[in-house]
């Protein structure tokens, strides 16, 4: 071996093995009450959605009953749940949030 050489030791060192978050869902249900614009006003100011995707979102969850609006961590899902539950109560609607783990 030259002065130049380097020598390679085998890695001994292995990361601990963190285990992956569980991941949530926040899903967005529909009702007879809130009205449509609302519900888009509300998305895009929680969820920073834009028009276009509140709009669609709110309208699946019309056409279909629920639509999943984001998914993320637990502490997040469960605050933005409630955050947006807060501002349709606020307003005397019964918008309705839940925060659910994946599977
Ligand atoms: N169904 C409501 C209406 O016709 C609108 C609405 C859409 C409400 C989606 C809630 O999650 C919802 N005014």
Do not use: Q, W
Not at 11 to 40: A, C, G, H, M, Q
Not at 46 to 64: D, Q
């Amino acid at each position: 071996m030259s002065d130049n050489d380097v020598a390679l030791k085998p890695k001994t060192k292995t990361k601990p093995k963190l285990d992956k978050p569980k991941l949530y869902k926040v899903i967005l249900f529909n009702d007879d009450f809130t009205p449509r614009e609302f519900v888009i006003v509300v998305l895009k100011a929680v969820f920073r959605m834009s028009e276009e995707a509140g709009y669609r979102v709110m309208m699946t969850a019309h056409k279909l009953g629920s639509c999943v609006v984001v998914v993320c961590t637990k502490d997040i899902a469960e605050t933005k749940a409630k955050e947006a539950m807060d501002f349709g109560k606020e307003a005397g609607y019964p918008l309705m949030f839940t925060a659910e783990p994946e599977e």
